[in-house]
């Protein structure tokens, strides 16, 4: 079958990079809270991944555009800038490995002036490569990798049906580490419900330290039609918290959470409020504006649902 195009996913801080799909969908799409689920994994055609980057290479350095590439490309390409490109999909990582080391290589040699390659990774993406391996991609200018861990309980995980546990995001953050490149995580605020809402929180705050990323980010949970956490709420086996209980979440792994030096923030448009922060300089700053939240429980001082999006 052709291979279909992705939607734009990505980080926020990759805003301004280039999307070069090498996958469509994700390897680990069983999660009951993603719309990732919905999806099956595609791998793109190694030469077709070339083809586009020579396409890149006309239209940047002469201004030519390849007949039979889609529009998107030099959409993206009229404001790029060069110097970062994100790869789709939603865990690029699982991209054969040989295949991938060819693609970051061929993209360095037509664009030797990009600073930064990065992909969004599964836990499982990353245990299966080995440190040298990882390393051979670092100097490739992989530079960033982000990592969805949504919580270090063990019974949340295997409740959304994550197909990771708390040991295995830690050693795969381990991993990331010694081989040089920056990790950034996300977790979910709400996603252990209300019956496991502090313990979803706490657990989540000693992942986050065992992990000690770069970057950690904050969501709150969006329940999307037809996932499986939707499902069970619709059945009364999941009872969402309440905005301001993931504010308290929010302040517990704050409060619990020990890091070398992280930026924090909870500037998610899915999130009520927005904290951010560099860890652990920051901590008591962040403490103190979630205190006074917490004390008001003035629901004019959360973002309104009708501008809450994923």
């Not at 030099?74 to 999909?89: A, C, E, H, T």
């Not at 919580?151 to 409740?159: A, I, P």
Request: hydrophobic share 40%; aromatic share 10%; charged share 25%.
């Amino acid at each position: 079958m052709p291979f279909t195009r992705p939607e734009i996913i990505r980080p926020p801080s990759e805003h301004d990079s280039y999307y070069l799909p090498l996958t469509s969908g994700c390897s680990n799409n069983t999660c009951g809270f993603c719309a990732y689920s919905f999806t099956k994994l595609a791998i793109r055609d190694l030469e077709e991944v070339k083809q586009e980057i020579d396409a890149m290479y006309l239209y940047v350095n002469n201004r030519i555009m390849v007949p039979f590439q889609p529009e998107i490309v030099y959409m993206i390409l009229r404001r790029w800038n060069g110097k970062k490109v994100f790869l789709q999909d939603g865990d690029a990582l699982v991209y054969p490995y040989p295949k991938l080391l060819e693609v970051l290589i061929y993209l360095n040699q037509k664009f030797p002036r990009i600073q930064r390659i990065a992909s969004y990774a599964t836990p499982q993406d990353i245990l299966r490569r080995s440190i040298e391996e990882l390393k051979a991609l670092k100097d490739q200018k992989l530079g960033i990798l982000y990592m969805g861990v949504e919580s270090g309980d063990d019974r949340v995980l295997e409740y959304v049906r994550k197909g990771a546990t708390h040991d295995q995001m830690v050693e795969a953050a381990q991993k990331v580490k010694q081989a040089g490149v920056l990790l950034s995580v996300t977790v979910i605020l709400g996603l252990g419900g209300v019956e496991g809402s502090e313990e979803h929180a706490r657990e989540t705050a000693r992942i986050l330290t065992e992990m000690d990323p770069d970057f950690a980010g904050a969501l709150t949970l969006t329940l999307i039609p037809g996932t499986f956490l939707y499902n069970e709420m619709e059945a009364g086996r999941f009872k969402p918290i309440t905005p301001f209980q993931s504010l308290q979440e929010l302040r517990i792994m704050v409060d619990k959470s020990n890091f070398t030096n992280c930026f924090f923030s909870s500037m998610h448009a899915s999130n009520y409020y927005a904290v951010r922060g560099t860890m652990p300089s920051d901590k008591d700053k962040v403490l103190r504006q979630l205190d006074i939240i917490l004390e008001k429980r003035d629901p004019a001082l959360l973002r309104p649902e009708f501008l809450r999006g994923l």
